[in-house]
DNA sequence: TCTGGGGTCCTTATTCGT
DNA sequence: TCTGACGAATAAGGACCC
């Protein structure tokens, strides 16, 4: 899933096993572990007949893209974020599915168990990789990281049925490559007094925060190594990049990563979005998408006891020009009719007309709900129970059992031009 | 080739209050 | 009373990550 599984493979056989065991991993408290193509690993897991076929999970639609592709698929160049039109013309044969993230977050939390039983201090990035601190855990399991890492790989695979990758490091950043580099199926141990040695031939797109974009501009003037960012004066990378950015990436790049594992993250925004099949100019089309959207991120808000102030919306245009508008309401709020109804007056005050290929809504700002928005909301009150006694019916008969009366019928993103016309915009409590 | 959906973080500009 | 400086909050956009 990451881009480090496209770095040189030369490299990196010295940091693997040998016939004396492992590198030193002395001073290497910090893990990554990886899952490999998790979503395809899950899916064949549970449909073992496709164990020899290539396997590509993602957007079915016109307009989807890969999140994942087993190995097989690999080797007929898929790769994840492309899109899925091209991945069946390179490779026809393959087989197809949509993700189904519950299944995945399921065997995720399994997963993070495992590592939970080894030490508290467990950092998950997506449902697919994590970084864990054993440095308290050592003595107690009495053995040395890639001890650990070899336990994790063990577990994991006689568990739950899939294959995850290991990197064992003296630093997140380093741990995380050579994770990636370790793949599929594989460990790598990078020895705390060699870190530029690792760091220094890999491209800079190795670097955590360079993209196309960035990697583009440094080669443009000479960077194309690590080594060459670490050994490029500040003041000229701040120039080019911005202070925060030049700074990270000359750590990085020079093997200064002091980032501690963060065993819990607090969320700081919280949105829903969806890219039409077709583009839609239908202003009235376009709001009862932001009415189902901002359903989803009230619920979204609520499930987990959150709030929030600002309300944004973004609007993609069949160009792929993207512009966002936002606005901060008084007091936050959880509450779907009042992030709706913000939504739409940034939409009806502050977008210009065209064909619209992605709408979106988001909450940021978040906290959790206090009471003293009860005087000042009162008249949200109403709706806010009635968001609730939905929630509940929901989880009680599914997602598909209360819906407002904007959005009974057809769903408009997908009925294209046909669609009847919308009653009403605001469903009443 | 034609670009998802969930997010995070950074930069720059503007506004507002003191 | 006018003006400017400054910091915080807000807004918009872009790049990036998985």
Known sequence: MGRSGDLPRGLVERYRAGPDGWPDDTGCPMLHVDMDAFYASVEIRERPELVDRPVVVGGVGVRGVVSSANYLARTFGVRSAMPTSQARRLCPQAVFLPPTFALYQEVSAGVLAIFREITPLVEPLSLDEAFLDVSGALRRLRTTPAG???????????????????????????????????????????????????????????????????????????????????????????????????????????????????????????????????????????????????????????????????????????????????????????????????????????????????????????GTGGSEQLALDAPEQGWREADQAADRARSKFGTAAIRPAALLGNRPDRAGATEPKPDKPAPAP
């Not at 194309?224 to 750590?251: C, K, T």
């Not at 245009?317 to 008084?330: E, G, Q």
């Not at 619209?356 to 700002?365: N, S």
């Open 148 to 366: 650990v890492g070899a336990r994790i790989r063990e577990r994991v695979r006689a568990e739950h049925g899939i294959v995850c990758s290991v990197g064992v490091g003296p630093t997140k950043f380093v741990a995380k490559l050579a994770s990636g580099l370790a793949k599929p199926d594989g460990m790598l141990v990078v020895p705390r007094g060699e870190i530029t040695d690792f760091l220094h031939p890999l491209p800079v797109s190795a670097l955590w925060g360079v993209g196309k974009r960035t990697a583009e501009r440094l080669a443009d003037v000479g960077l194309e190594r690590v080594a060459d960012v670490a050994a490029a004066p500040l003041p000229r990378l701040r120039r080019m990049l911005g202070v925060a950015m030049a700074e990270h990436l000359h750590a990085l790049a020079s093997g200064h990563d002091d980032r501690a594992v963060q065993p819990s993250n607090v969320e700081k925004s919280i949105g829903a979005e969806e890219t039409f099949e077709v583009d839609h100019f239908d202003r009235a089309l376009l709001k009862r998408e932001l009415l189902r959207l901002s359903e989803r991120t009230a619920a979204s808000l609520r499930a987990r006891g959150l709030r929030g102030r600002t309300v944004s919306i973004k609007v993609r245009y069949a160009d792929f020009t993207t512009i966002s508008r936002a606005k901060t309401l008084m007091v936050a709020t959880d509450v779907t009719q009042e992030i709706y109804r913000t939504a739409i007056q940034l939409l009806d005050e502050q977008t210009p007309p065209g064909a619209v290929r992605l709408i979106g809504v988001r909450v940021e700002q978040l």
